[in-house]
């Protein structure tokens, strides 16, 4: 008689498994989700589930698989990923996927072991209701915010092909990496899938606090973790402004990172535009997403959105791309490549 009980006890057991395994689970979207903030609220990293994401759903989603409100979405099964498998740094020669890089971008190859052992945190500055600094340049309304998110994609890139780990705190599902002149300007950027709050120390509060959730998991695997936060200054329209650094006055390795951001920069430009010097500089300040953010941070400033000559900095794509190349290009000088 006990043995039957045990039995059933391990059939109603097993039963409850397989009924979990299986069962499905649904979310609708909210206003202004994209797949990738939505996967990510729904705990469901969107590199690993986005392509089961829109191969359950295909005949529910809208043209360029937007998400409609008010339909419930299938999402995948939660899949176990073991502790090996977890702690494999990207091979050289394997394809990262990161669909917020946009379609064209998405699939990224590793092509070197140089940041292996780095994780990093990159933030574009405002964001959401807040576009920050905004220009004008021949009729049309230049605002800080998407520019910086398109360098911020453009760097994150090249951080992955170089090996590295990068956590993007603010996502913009609906723009990846674009390489209009003109980009156009919306709210719908998230904090990693959450919304942005309008009051500028929640909004700031939120991001750093993403950035130290992650880093208290990420310092245990990663040697080297830093965060970058990317902004476009706004000054009078004949003030042609460098890029620039700020670090916070009690960090040591923010200012050692600062500066060799700088040189990196001042050495591209010897090489590339020899003749003009770069004019750009490192300084601290107290600055709450440095002094609230637990892991080593700089703080840059792309040049000022009302100058004619730095606003060819930002609207031309090839200069973002170089941009975002060179902030990754400082980083691996910084880490001691």
Not at 21 to 31: E, I, V
Not at 172 to 198: F, Q, V
Not at 243 to 264: D, H, I, P, Q, R
Not at 290 to 297: A, D, E, G, R, Y
Request: net charge positive.
């Amino acid at each position: 008689m006990k043995h039957y009980f045990h039995l059933v006890l391990f059939f109603i057991g097993f039963l409850f498994v397989v009924l979990q395994l299986h069962a499905q689970d649904y979310a609708k979207a909210k206003n202004g989700d994209g797949i990738y903030s939505f996967l990510l609220r729904n705990h469901r990293p969107p590199g690993r589930y986005y392509k089961a994401f829109v191969k359950l759903n295909k005949k529910k989603l809208g043209k360029d698989n937007i998400l409609k409100l008010n339909v419930s979405y299938e999402l995948p099964l939660l899949t176990t990923v073991s502790s090996k498998r977890r702690e494999t740094k990207n091979a050289i020669g394997s394809y990262v996927s990161e669909p917020i890089f946009g379609v064209k971008s998405s699939k990224v190859k590793v092509i070197s072991n140089k940041l292996a052992d780095a994780c990093f945190y990159v933030v574009s500055g405002h964001a959401g209701p807040d576009p920050g600094a905004i220009g004008n340049i021949a009729g049309h309304e230049v605002h800080e915010d998407e520019y910086a998110y398109d360098i911020v994609l453009r760097m994150a890139r090249a951080l992955i092909q170089e090996g590295a780990k990068v956590n993007i705190i603010i996502q913009d599902d609906k723009d990846g990496i674009r390489n209009n002149a003109y980009l156009s300007n919306d709210k719908t950027e998230t904090c990693m899938g959450k919304t942005i709050p309008l009051d500028q120390v929640r909004r700031l509060q939120q991001r750093c606090s993403a950035i130290n959730e992650l880093y208290r998991k990420d310092r245990k695997q990663y040697k080297y973790c830093r965060a970058i936060f990317v902004h476009v200054d706004s000054r009078s329209r004949g003030k042609r402004q460098d890029v620039f650094f700020y670090y916070s006055a009690t960090s040591t390795l923010g200012n050692k990172l600062a500066e060799n951001m700088k040189n990196t920069f001042e050495s591209k430009y010897d090489r590339h535009q020899p003749n003009r010097g770069f004019t750009g500089s490192v300084s601290n300040r107290n600055l709450y997403v440095l002094s609230h953010t637990v892991p080593v941070s700089v703080f840059v400033e792309l040049g000022n959105i009302q100058n004619t000559f730095d606003q060819r900095r930002l609207i031309i794509n090839s200069n973002r791309e170089a941009l975002g190349r060179w902030l990754k290009d400082g980083f691996i000088k910084d880490i001691g490549h």
